[in-house]
């Protein structure tokens, strides 16, 4: 990682606390449950991740930097099985490691529950549903441009970036990626396990941490509600463009279809002939200027698609990632961590019950045995829960790195309007001249159109 972030390297499992299951049907702790004394932490093995110089709590990245890890492509190979899509396969190629490997959806799944096993304390990017019944072409390419998305945030991610997962996710070539991402997934513990500073994480962290984690929730939450809403607009400007794309094409074809018309004329109207010969042979050709139009406008609107919505999914996906984090932190480690105290409080009583009703010595040793079994459970537990949130201080701040990303998304925006105008309009200026023979006066010179109301006054 650059600068003071913290070097996650995967190594051997270290033999840290395991995290024992706390009893599912205890209930939360009541507001007396004393606090046990649990002994300081011993400092982890030496063979464990080495601790950077400087504060390792702090993100020294920028957005360029972050983008420049890796860029990941995802593109779609179908398998055509008789009239209907069978099974779809994916050419996902690594710019960092050089790499083409080919990789089914139940891949990407398997090595997004590797992710959330091993970094459980880290934004992991949900992946798009998977669609039980058949899958329009639509479904599909949606979901490739979500997978896109997903790998990219996780090959650009500090931690995950230097990890061998995803390494091997993106590079190898094998047979049966799905067991070897598993197999090396179940020789090394988690983050916590692995990572030097776990067992210090407090020392890192601001005395207002919490204060810190409730503002920080809500900011992101009120910048996830406001992109969600740019990012609906944004696709409503693409589809109107795609739409006006579409009525561009149907009028220039009208227009060619009546100056193909070949309807005799009435007697009637032969005076007036060659005015509707002019006319006709003017609009047959408008055909080839409105499919041009069709063209620009269908092209401005795949434009802000890639440029201008994706950048911003992308950015959901991120900000969204953040808000399970912040769910996962409450409703995982913290609430086993309540748990674990309130299991603790429970044993206690057992205890000096035991000692008033004088109990069998080997009684009383196994409860005190359970006990101190129990104040090592609620130690890993209280240090999972700071090294829980030393992880979202560090992930906090990976969202605002992402931040500029927004100067990006309107900078793509604006510059697809000016050129997408820029271009519709001179195309419009080719037309104009060729039009001048549906406005020609009575002795055929050419004269400029006039507003409706001006040949409709009764006088």
Not at 15 to 40: H, L, N
Not at 384 to 410: D, K
């Amino acid at each position: 990682m650059t600068g003071g972030a913290m070097d996650l390297l995967p190594a051997a499992p270290a033999a840290a606390a395991a995290e024992p299951e706390a009893d599912e049907e205890a209930d939360p702790p009541a507001a007396d449950s004393p606090a046990p004394q649990v002994s300081e932490p011993r400092a982890p093995a030496s063979s464990r991740m080495q601790m950077p110089p400087g504060n390792p709590l702090l993100l020294s990245l920028t957005l360029q930097e972050l983008l420049a890890r890796d860029a990941v492509q995802v593109e779609l190979i179908p398998e055509k099985k008789g009239l209907f899509l069978k099974h779809v396969e994916y050419e996902v190629s690594s710019q960092r490691f050089k790499s083409c490997v080919y990789r089914r959806y139940n891949d990407f799944v398997v090595f997004h529950e590797m992710l959330l096993q091993k970094f459980p304390y880290r934004m992991v990017p949900a992946l798009p549903p998977k669609r039980m019944l058949g899958a329009d072409r639509e479904f599909i390419e949606a979901r490739r441009r979500a997978l896109k998305r997903f790998i990219n945030l996780v090959a650009r991610h500090p931690p995950f970036s230097e990890d061998v997962v995803l390494k091997l996710f993106l590079s190898f070539s094998g047979p049966d990626v799905q067991n070897k991402l598993k197999e090396c997934a179940q020789c090394v513990g988690d983050e916590f396990m692995n990572c030097k500073l776990a067992a210090r994480a407090k020392d890192f962290l601001p005395a207002d941490i919490q204060t810190q984690f409730a503002i920080s929730r809500e900011l992101i939450r009120n910048i996830y509600n406001s992109f969600h809403k740019l990012r609906d607009r944004a696709e409503r400007m693409v589809s109107r463009a795609i739409d006006n794309a579409a009525d561009l094409l149907i009028f220039g074809k009208e227009l060619s279809a009546l100056g193909s018309d070949t309807t005799p004329l009435p007697s009637w109207a032969t005076l007036n002939s060659g005015t509707w010969g002019s006319l006709k042979q003017a609009l047959k050709g408008l055909s080839v200027e409105f499919a041009l139009l069709a063209d620009k406008a269908a092209q401005q609107g795949k434009q802000e698609e890639n440029d201008v919505v994706e950048k911003l999914n992308l950015f959901l996906d991120l900000l969204q990632s953040y808000k399970d984090l912040c769910e996962r932190h409450e409703k995982g480690v913290l609430h086993k961590h309540q748990r674990a105290l309130h299991k603790y409080s429970l044993m206690k009583r057992q205890l000096t019950s035991a000692a008033v009703q004088n109990r069998e010595p080997e009684s009383v040793e196994q409860l005190e045995s359970r006990i101190v079994e129990q104040e090592n459970v609620i130690q890993t537990m209280e240090l999972r829960n700071y090294f829980s949130l030393y992880c979202l201080h560090q992930e906090t701040q990976l969202v605002h790195v992402y931040l500029p990303l927004t100067s990006h998304i309107l900078g793509a925006f604006v510059t697809s309007q000016i050129q997408g105008h820029k271009e519709m309009s001179k195309v419009w200026n080719d037309l104009q001249p060729k039009l001048q023979c549906l406005f020609a006066g009575p002795h055929g010179a050419p004269s400029p159109p006039r507003s409706p109301q001006d040949g409709l006054s009764p006088h």
